[in-house]
């Protein structure tokens, strides 16, 4: 983690790795494995940097790099889940973390909003407040307006060069989730399986897709849920679009397959399930090259 990394003017809020030549119509994206945090933020906080970093998906982007390699893009956010969450509606927030009234236009009503995980989070994942006081209005505006909406532009522009050449397209959205659930995850098991796989209840993606990847995941050895705890965030839901030949699938990844959640470092294994996503990786390729259209 760079702590000392300055946001004014942060050029640019995040990383596409592109491939030579594009080889399927997929994106690969990782909006939570952004690990720079500005020297305002990290001020601004009651919680030390350690445990700011337990939001993040920490090396999911690295888990990925396999994308590029075989033909398809990678995009991936540069600043943290705790800082601004593109895996939100863009106006999702607490108004109790204000000390001004929001806007009219703000969904402050939301269960997300609500338990402090909106666009601007008030916590993290443990349940910790993360502010040592409110924060104005006009710095989550700041924060949307400069990282998640060019974010979201960037991402959509992706997927808008594929559709020139494809008849349908595909966003898998990468995400890890902690080996235990949290105090926020209420009535969940404590031991949690290895994969999630979220098709929003098979209403964002082509039942094929999540079908194909399930399968891919449980020939390697892998335990696999759908859309059990996890269905898709606002990304699955807002780009998954099936009619219109758009899917969007959001995979969780148990993060005791390949770090230390208490450290933030990478296990001996991690080399392990980077071969095996890759296998995966290149199954999605095929898959998408081969018979993959709009009425499939």
Known sequence: ???????????????????????????????????????????????????????????????????????????????????????????????????????????????????????????????????????????AKRRIETLYMPYHARLVGMLRELEKAWPATLLIDCHSMPSTPGPLDRGQSRRRVDFVIGDCHGQSCMRAITDLVERTLRDIGYVVMRNDPYAGGFTTRHYGRPDEGRHALQIEINR????????????????????????????????TRAGFTKLA
């Open 1 to 139: 983690m760079d702590a000392s990394a300055n946001f004014d003017p942060f050029d640019p809020p995040y990383d596409v790795l592109a491939p030579g030549t594009t080889m399927a119509p997929v994106v690969f994206a990782s909006p939570h494995s952004g690990n720079l945090y500005p020297d305002s933020f990290i001020s601004a906080a009651r919680l030390d940097a350690l445990s700011l970093r337990r939001s993040e998906d920490a090396f999911i982007d690295e888990l990925f790099t396999s994308a590029p390699t075989l033909g398809m893009p990678l995009i991936r956010a540069r600043f943290p889940r705790a800082y601004v969450d593109v895996n939100r509606e863009p106006w999702e927030l607490d108004p109790g973390m204000f000390t001004d009234r929001l806007p009219d236009y703000v969904n402050h009503a939301s269960p997300r909003a609500n338990a402090g995980l909106g666009t601007i989070a008030r916590v993290v994942a443990s349940g910790s407040e993360i502010y040592a006081s409110k924060l104005r209005f006009s710095e």
């Open 256 to 287: 005791a397959l390949y770090m230390d959640e208490q450290l933030i470092a990478r296990k001996p294994y991690f080399s392990t399930l980077a071969r095996n996503l890759t296998h995966l990786v290149g199954a999605v390729r095929e898959f």
